[in-house]
Structures are given as C-alpha cells and as structure tokens.
C-alpha cells in the first residue's frame, strides 16, 4: 500500500518527463552553405578555365557552340605548349590529351596560338593532336571590333 502523498515515501508526486532525444536533423544550415559553395564554385570556375596568357588574332568568324566543355591547348608567344594551365612538351602532347580526356576522341579541342607565333609552330601542335585521333579541333580567336576602324591622319 503507498502513502496518502502517492509516494512509497510519503513525499508529495512529482511529475517526471522523460524527454527523448531529437531524432531529427536540422538541414537548413547545410543547405545554406551548399548554396554558398554553389554561388562561389559559379563564379571562380570561369576564370580558372585558362590560365595560359595569350593574345589571340582577331578574326571574324561565327562563334563555336556547344554543350561539352572542350580542352584546351595553348601555345605562347616563346612557342611552348600547354594543356590546360600545364606545360607540356610535343611529344607528348597526344597522350595528355588521351589521358585528360580518358581516352573520348569525341572530345572537342580548343587550340589557342598567340599571335606572334610561327605559324608552321601552331601547325605542329595540331598535327600532333591529329596524329594523336582526335579530329574535333578548332583554331580559338578574338572576334573583330564591330565599330570600323578610324583612319589616322
């Protein structure tokens, strides 16, 4: 029998409640720092495409479209090569690309010569990236000034 108070003791009731724990996960925090990423990741990508400084010829040509992201190989003013922001010499120019591309001959490449280049330098690159089986490549240029060209007095 227990006391008059509801206790074996005879002290007075107490509710207890027994709290659980949280079973569920707060996500609103890692979400706002995947947008954060998302939006930083959105803005810095474009920039580290091509590290390489080139001035390009200026041509007026349509320009390329398309849904992949090409590669792309650069080719100075002092005539090295680059694949990507790498430096790489012209014999192994074709197993780089083999290599960067995990073997898709599909893929596009982009080759950017500088202007103040030999012409037949630009030609041995994309030689060797024919000789390497890849046949989707495009010669990569500024487009022209829409605005004609003052005369000089």
């Given at each position: 029998m227990s006391a008059?108070?509801?206790?074996?003791?005879?002290?007075p009731r107490t509710t207890r409640r027994r709290?659980?724990?949280?079973s569920e996960i707060n996500v609103t925090p890692m979400v706002d720092v995947m947008l954060v990423l998302l939006v930083i990741f959105?803005?810095?990508?474009?920039?580290?495409?091509?590290g390489v400084e080139v001035e390009l010829p200026k041509a007026g040509v349509p320009e390329i479209k398309g849904e992949?992201?090409?590669l792309a190989v650069t080719v100075d003013r002092d005539g090295r090569i680059f694949v990507q922001d790498t430096g790489i010499e012209l014999e192994?120019?074709?197993?780089?690309?083999?290599?960067?591309?995990?073997s898709n001959r599909e893929v596009r490449i982009f080759v950017r010569g500088d202007e103040g280049i030999n012409y037949g330098r630009i030609m041995e690159v994309m030689g060797a990236i024919h000789?390497?089986?890849?046949t989707k490549v495009a010669l990569i240029t500024q487009p022209l000034?829409?605005?004609?060209?003052?005369?000089?007095?």
């Open positions: 008059p108070g509801g206790r074996r003791d005879g002290g709290t659980r724990p949280m959105m803005v810095t990508a474009p920039l580290l495409t091509v992949d992201e090409p192994t120019l074709a197993a780089r690309l083999d290599a960067v591309s995990e000789a390497g089986g890849f000034d829409e605005s004609p060209a003052s005369p000089e007095p």
